[in-house]
Protein backbone atom coordinates (compact mmCIF):
# COMPACT_ATOMS: atom_id res chain seq x y z
CA UNK A 1 0.00 0.00 0.00
CA UNK A 2 1.20 3.39 -1.10
CA UNK A 3 -0.43 5.25 1.79
CA UNK A 4 -0.85 4.40 5.79
CA UNK A 5 -4.59 4.54 5.68
CA UNK A 6 -6.61 4.19 2.35
CA UNK A 7 -10.27 4.20 1.51
CA UNK A 8 -10.88 2.53 -1.44
CA UNK A 9 -14.72 3.13 -3.45
CA UNK A 10 -16.12 2.32 0.34
CA UNK A 11 -19.33 2.02 0.53
CA UNK A 12 -21.94 1.48 3.26
CA UNK A 13 -25.98 1.57 3.08
CA UNK A 14 -28.67 1.63 5.74
CA UNK A 15 -32.13 0.94 5.23
CA UNK A 16 -35.06 2.22 7.45
CA UNK A 17 -38.65 1.31 5.88
CA UNK A 18 -38.37 1.50 2.31
CA UNK A 19 -35.39 4.27 1.84
CA UNK A 20 -32.26 3.15 1.35
CA UNK A 21 -29.30 5.96 1.96
CA UNK A 22 -25.59 5.64 1.76
CA UNK A 23 -23.91 7.23 4.76
CA UNK A 24 -20.39 5.97 2.96
CA UNK A 25 -20.90 6.85 -0.88
CA UNK A 26 -17.77 5.55 -2.81
CA UNK A 27 -15.14 7.15 -0.44
CA UNK A 28 -11.94 7.73 -1.42
CA UNK A 29 -9.45 8.93 0.34
CA UNK A 30 -5.96 8.59 2.13
CA UNK A 31 -4.03 9.67 4.78
CA UNK A 32 -0.07 9.03 5.17
CA UNK A 33 1.67 8.10 8.28
CA UNK A 34 2.29 11.59 10.80
CA UNK A 35 -0.09 13.00 9.30
CA UNK A 36 -2.58 15.48 11.02
CA UNK A 37 -6.12 15.10 8.45
CA UNK A 38 -9.50 17.11 9.45
CA UNK A 39 -12.55 15.73 8.00
CA UNK A 40 -15.27 17.99 8.09
CA UNK A 41 -18.55 17.92 7.15
CA UNK A 42 -22.55 18.82 8.39
CA UNK A 43 -24.38 16.81 10.77
CA UNK A 44 -25.58 13.49 8.79
CA UNK A 45 -22.48 13.59 6.07
CA UNK A 46 -21.42 10.25 7.52
CA UNK A 47 -18.26 11.14 9.39
CA UNK A 48 -19.45 9.00 12.57
CA UNK A 49 -19.76 6.19 9.83
CA UNK A 50 -16.59 6.85 8.10
CA UNK A 51 -14.34 7.30 11.44
CA UNK A 52 -15.95 3.58 12.96
CA UNK A 53 -15.35 1.75 9.69
CA UNK A 54 -11.28 2.76 9.70
CA UNK A 55 -11.52 1.90 13.80
CA UNK A 56 -12.92 -1.25 13.07
CA UNK A 57 -15.94 -0.52 15.08
CA UNK A 58 -18.43 -0.64 12.11
CA UNK A 59 -18.20 -2.72 9.16
CA UNK A 60 -19.08 -1.61 5.03
CA UNK A 61 -20.83 -2.70 2.98
CA UNK A 62 -18.47 -2.18 -0.61
CA UNK A 63 -14.64 -1.49 -0.67
CA UNK A 64 -11.66 -1.64 1.08
CA UNK A 65 -9.80 -0.02 3.85
CA UNK A 66 -6.50 -0.18 4.53
CA UNK A 67 -4.31 0.75 7.93
CA UNK A 68 -0.63 -0.13 7.70
CA UNK A 69 -0.89 -2.61 5.15
CA UNK A 70 -3.82 -4.31 6.49
CA UNK A 71 -7.04 -4.79 5.15
CA UNK A 72 -9.50 -4.10 7.87
CA UNK A 73 -12.65 -4.62 5.64
CA UNK A 74 -11.00 -8.40 5.58
CA UNK A 75 -10.89 -8.69 9.32
CA UNK A 76 -12.53 -11.76 11.26
CA UNK A 77 -14.19 -11.00 14.19
CA UNK A 78 -11.34 -12.10 16.08
CA UNK A 79 -8.88 -9.87 14.15
CA UNK A 80 -11.32 -6.53 14.69
CA UNK A 81 -10.88 -7.63 18.24
CA UNK A 82 -6.98 -7.32 18.01
CA UNK A 83 -6.94 -4.29 15.82
CA UNK A 84 -9.16 -2.38 18.02
CA UNK A 85 -7.17 -3.36 20.94
CA UNK A 86 -3.62 -2.31 19.46
CA UNK A 87 -3.98 -0.25 16.40
CA UNK A 88 -6.31 2.27 16.56
CA UNK A 89 -6.75 4.80 19.64
CA UNK A 90 -10.50 6.54 20.02
CA UNK A 91 -11.59 9.59 21.37
CA UNK A 92 -15.27 10.96 21.00
CA UNK A 93 -17.21 14.02 21.76
CA UNK A 94 -18.48 12.88 25.01
CA UNK A 95 -15.72 11.32 26.28
CA UNK A 96 -16.90 8.32 27.42
CA UNK A 97 -15.11 7.80 30.45
CA UNK A 98 -16.20 5.14 32.77
CA UNK A 99 -17.47 7.17 35.91
CA UNK A 100 -16.67 4.24 38.75
CA UNK A 101 -12.77 4.74 37.69
CA UNK A 102 -10.37 7.30 38.86
CA UNK A 103 -9.00 8.85 35.14
CA UNK A 104 -5.72 7.24 36.26
CA UNK A 105 -7.65 3.37 36.24
CA UNK A 106 -9.42 5.08 33.01
CA UNK A 107 -6.05 5.60 31.41
CA UNK A 108 -4.57 2.28 32.66
CA UNK A 109 -7.71 0.00 31.45
CA UNK A 110 -7.35 -0.67 27.41
CA UNK A 111 -3.89 -1.77 28.88
CA UNK A 112 -5.35 -4.02 31.48
CA UNK A 113 -7.38 -5.68 28.48
CA UNK A 114 -4.40 -5.84 26.45
CA UNK A 115 -2.56 -7.62 29.40
CA UNK A 116 0.41 -6.92 27.82
CA UNK A 117 0.08 -3.24 27.79
CA UNK A 118 2.11 -0.17 29.32
CA UNK A 119 1.83 0.35 33.23
CA UNK A 120 4.23 3.43 33.09
CA UNK A 121 1.76 6.39 31.81
CA UNK A 122 3.93 8.63 33.82
CA UNK A 123 4.88 10.34 30.16
CA UNK A 124 1.96 10.40 28.45
CA UNK A 125 0.12 11.95 31.51
CA UNK A 126 2.60 14.50 31.35
CA UNK A 127 1.87 15.32 27.70
CA UNK A 128 -1.47 15.81 28.48
CA UNK A 129 -1.33 17.64 31.75
CA UNK A 130 -3.40 15.53 33.76
CA UNK A 131 -0.63 14.33 36.09
CA UNK A 132 -2.38 15.69 39.19
CA UNK A 133 -5.86 14.62 38.41
CA UNK A 134 -5.03 10.88 38.63
CA UNK A 135 -6.80 10.48 41.45
CA UNK A 136 -10.22 12.43 40.68
CA UNK A 137 -13.52 10.82 39.38
CA UNK A 138 -14.96 12.16 36.17
CA UNK A 139 -17.30 13.93 37.86
CA UNK A 140 -15.05 15.42 39.76
CA UNK A 141 -13.43 16.86 35.98
CA UNK A 142 -14.02 19.77 33.78
CA UNK A 143 -15.03 18.52 30.18
CA UNK A 144 -11.62 19.63 28.83
CA UNK A 145 -10.13 17.64 31.50
CA UNK A 146 -12.33 14.61 30.80
CA UNK A 147 -11.37 14.69 27.18
CA UNK A 148 -7.47 14.90 28.02
CA UNK A 149 -8.08 11.75 30.21
CA UNK A 150 -9.38 10.43 27.39
CA UNK A 151 -6.72 11.35 25.03
CA UNK A 152 -4.47 9.26 26.97
CA UNK A 153 -6.47 6.62 27.74
CA UNK A 154 -6.65 6.60 23.33
CA UNK A 155 -2.86 6.10 23.56
CA UNK A 156 -2.21 4.31 26.35
CA UNK A 157 -1.62 0.69 24.34
CA UNK A 158 0.44 3.18 21.35
CA UNK A 159 -1.93 2.39 18.62
CA UNK A 160 -0.32 3.41 14.85
CA UNK A 161 -3.31 6.39 14.24
CA UNK A 162 -5.40 8.34 16.62
CA UNK A 163 -9.20 8.71 15.73
CA UNK A 164 -10.93 11.55 17.07
CA UNK A 165 -14.78 11.57 16.34
CA UNK A 166 -16.35 15.72 17.35
CA UNK A 167 -13.24 16.18 20.12
CA UNK A 168 -14.24 19.49 20.88
CA UNK A 169 -18.11 19.16 20.12
CA UNK A 170 -19.06 19.27 23.75
CA UNK A 171 -16.43 22.49 24.91
CA UNK A 172 -16.46 26.14 24.85
CA UNK A 173 -14.46 27.42 22.02
CA UNK A 174 -11.40 28.33 23.99
CA UNK A 175 -11.12 24.23 25.92
CA UNK A 176 -11.80 23.24 22.54
CA UNK A 177 -8.92 25.00 21.21
CA UNK A 178 -6.65 24.20 23.70
CA UNK A 179 -7.77 20.08 23.22
CA UNK A 180 -6.87 20.79 19.53
CA UNK A 181 -3.28 22.37 20.36
CA UNK A 182 -2.64 19.30 22.22
CA UNK A 183 -3.42 17.13 19.70
CA UNK A 184 -1.51 19.41 17.25
CA UNK A 185 1.61 18.80 19.63
CA UNK A 186 0.86 15.05 19.62
CA UNK A 187 1.38 15.01 16.20
CA UNK A 188 3.94 17.23 15.49
CA UNK A 189 6.06 16.49 18.60
CA UNK A 190 5.48 12.48 18.48
CA UNK A 191 4.92 12.09 14.84
CA UNK A 192 1.27 10.72 15.70
CA UNK A 193 -1.10 10.15 12.93
CA UNK A 194 -4.75 11.93 13.69
CA UNK A 195 -7.57 11.72 12.08
CA UNK A 196 -10.22 14.48 13.21
CA UNK A 197 -13.88 14.22 12.45
CA UNK A 198 -15.68 17.41 12.92
CA UNK A 199 -18.60 19.74 11.80
CA UNK A 200 -16.90 22.65 13.00
CA UNK A 201 -15.07 24.53 10.08
CA UNK A 202 -13.60 26.90 12.70
CA UNK A 203 -11.36 24.04 13.69
CA UNK A 204 -10.50 22.59 10.04
CA UNK A 205 -9.09 26.40 9.35
CA UNK A 206 -6.35 25.48 12.24
CA UNK A 207 -4.86 22.56 10.41
CA UNK A 208 -2.69 21.98 7.41
CA UNK A 209 -4.97 18.73 5.37
CA UNK A 210 -8.45 19.19 5.57
CA UNK A 211 -10.58 16.78 3.95
CA UNK A 212 -14.64 17.78 2.85
CA UNK A 213 -17.56 15.38 3.15
CA UNK A 214 -21.02 15.56 2.07
CA UNK A 215 -23.63 12.96 1.65
CA UNK A 216 -21.51 9.92 2.11
CA UNK A 217 -19.36 11.75 -0.31
CA UNK A 218 -16.04 13.42 -0.11
CA UNK A 219 -16.17 16.77 -1.89
CA UNK A 220 -13.01 18.27 -1.66
P1 LIG B 1 -22.31 12.36 10.97
O1 LIG B 1 -21.41 11.73 11.98
O2 LIG B 1 -21.59 13.08 9.88
O3 LIG B 1 -23.34 13.24 11.61
P2 LIG B 1 -23.30 9.66 10.56
O4 LIG B 1 -22.15 8.89 10.05
O5 LIG B 1 -23.64 9.48 11.99
O6 LIG B 1 -23.11 11.20 10.21
O7 LIG B 1 -24.57 9.28 9.70
C1 LIG B 1 -24.58 9.33 8.28
C2 LIG B 1 -25.96 8.96 7.77
O8 LIG B 1 -26.25 7.61 8.09
C3 LIG B 1 -27.07 9.79 8.38
O9 LIG B 1 -28.04 10.02 7.39
C4 LIG B 1 -27.61 8.90 9.46
O10 LIG B 1 -28.97 9.17 9.70
C5 LIG B 1 -27.42 7.52 8.87
N1 LIG B 1 -27.21 6.49 9.89
C6 LIG B 1 -26.16 6.40 10.73
N2 LIG B 1 -26.26 5.33 11.53
C7 LIG B 1 -27.43 4.72 11.19
C8 LIG B 1 -28.12 3.55 11.64
N3 LIG B 1 -27.62 2.79 12.62
N4 LIG B 1 -29.31 3.25 11.06
C9 LIG B 1 -29.81 4.01 10.07
N5 LIG B 1 -29.21 5.10 9.58
C10 LIG B 1 -28.04 5.47 10.14
MG1 LIG C 1 -21.17 11.99 13.97
Known amino acids: MEHFVEFEDVCKYYQTGSVKIAAAD?????????????????????????LNILGGMDSCDEGNVWLDGQNVSHFTARELTTYRRYDVGFVFQFYDLIP???????????????????????DT?????????????????????????AI?????????????????GNLDVSTGNDV??????LN???????????HDNQLAEKCD????????????
Open 100 to 122: ELTAKENILLPSKLAKKGKTDIS
Open 188 to 198: RNDNRTIVIVT
Open 26 to 50: HLNFYVDKGEFCIIVGPSGAGKTTL
Open 152 to 168: ARALVNDPSVLLCDEPT
Open 125 to 149: VKKLGVENLLGRYPSELSGGQQQRV
Open 209 to 220: RIIRISDGKITD
Open 180 to 185: LSLLID
